[in-house]
T-cell receptor, first 117, second 118 residues
Framework: AQKVTQAQTEISVVEKEDVTLDCVYE???????LFWYKQPPSGELVFLIR??????QNEISGRYSWNFQKSTSSFNFTITASQVVDSAVYFC??????????????FGSGTRLQVQP | GAVVSQHPSWVICKSGTSVKIECRSL??????MFWYRQFPKQSLMLMAT?????????EQGVEKDKFLINHASLTLSTLTVTSAHPEDSSFYIC??????????????FGEGSWLTVV
């Protein structure tokens, strides 16, 4: 069975601080995808990144960066120089059975990030 | 690019009535769509997997007679909350997977639907 754990329920930082959101996953599959989504108060899910299990390269996109480590089954997300607009709930998710396309995403419980001005 | 459109975004209904939420894949065909529910300050929980032309597969604990799912075409899945009660008030969101060959699957989410039962 697959599982995603986001141990940090809520994080509060002051603007311009760096913040890392942790994500640990469990899966028996060797082929899988990991995702991060942002959910602002309006509710829609904003796609941030998808990473397949064969690609362990870290990725940077502007102020966002992701660290994927298969050895520790972690896919952590760092926001550099945080801004108030980054305040949202962030979800890490896992999807197995990618070739068949039959499986839904399994979401972590989410981390609520509050960036104070 | 591909988009999943969900309608309505907001709906308020009276207790005991039924409400239908539509999920459409635009620009691509989705043989499989997924319905999630999210209670306030909680994660998204999968309710059911909607398969085009066949019955939906429901997750444990989800009442199939209460949450009717129909996937009659490759671009449309509907979720009908029957005899709605206040405890059904939640955020419902659908997703569709575009099968895209070697690169794998791309997953698109609808905008979500806020249901309030009064």
């Amino acid at each position: 069975a697959q599982k995603v754990t986001q141990a940090q329920t809520e994080i509060s930082v002051v603007e311009k601080e760096d913040v890392t959101l942790d994500c640990v996953y469990e899966t028996r599959d060797t082929t899988y995808y990991l995702f991060w989504y942002k959910q602002p108060p309006s509710g829609e899910l904003v796609f941030l990144i998808r990473r397949n299990s064969f690609d362990e390269q870290n990725e940077i996109s502007g102020r966002y960066s992701w660290n994927f480590q298969k050895s520790t089954s972690s896919f952590n997300f760092t926001i550099t120089a945080s801004q108030v607009v980054d305040s949202a709930v962030y979800f890490c998710a896992l999807s197995e059975d990618v070739l068949a396309g039959r499986r839904a995403l399994t979401f972590g419980s989410g981390t609520r990030l509050q960036v104070q001005p | 690019g591909a988009v999943v459109s969900q309608h309505p975004s907001w709906v308020i209904c009276k207790s005991g009535t039924s409400v239908k939420i539509e999920c459409r894949s635009l620009d691509f065909q989705a043989t499989t769509m997924f319905w999630y529910r999210q209670f306030p300050k909680q994660s998204l929980m999968l309710m059911a997997t909607s398969n085009e032309g066949s019955k939906a597969t429901y997750e444990q604990g989800v009442e199939k007679d209460k949450f009717l799912i129909n996937h009659a075409s490759l671009t449309l899945s509907t979720l009908t909350v029957t005899s709605a009660h206040p405890e059904d008030s939640s955020f419902y969101i659908c997703s569709a997977r575009e099968i895209s060959g070697i690169s794998g699957n791309t997953i698109y989410f609808g905008e979500g639907s806020w249901l309030t039962v009064v």
